[in-house]
């Protein structure tokens, strides 16, 4: 749903990417070398938080 409004926004289609693995999100981000938005819906946002923040070397912002 979000991808879709980010494109009728005015979006290029080819710069929105679903992506469901967090993995394979970090390996995409990683690998990409520029500026990396992620928009995560909440159901998600904890896990890639923690994702993130390990490959970062930083605590989960609830152990700051």
């Known amino acids: 749903d979000l991808a879709k409004r980010l494109v ?3 979006f ?7 992506e469901t693995d ?3 999100l970090v ?3 990683t690998e ?10 909440y159901t998600s946002m904890l896990d890639i938080h ?3 923040a390990a490959l970062c070397g930083s ?3 609830w152990e700051n």
């Open 27 to 29: 390996e995409k981000m």
């Open 59 to 61: 605590n989960q912002f």
């Open 32 to 41: 990409h070398g520029g500026n990396v938005y992620v928009v995560p819906n």
């Open 8 to 10: 009728d926004a005015g």
């Open 12 to 18: 290029a289609a080819d710069g929105v990417v679903v």
């Open 50 to 52: 923690g994702k993130l």
């Open 22 to 24: 967090l993995d394979k």
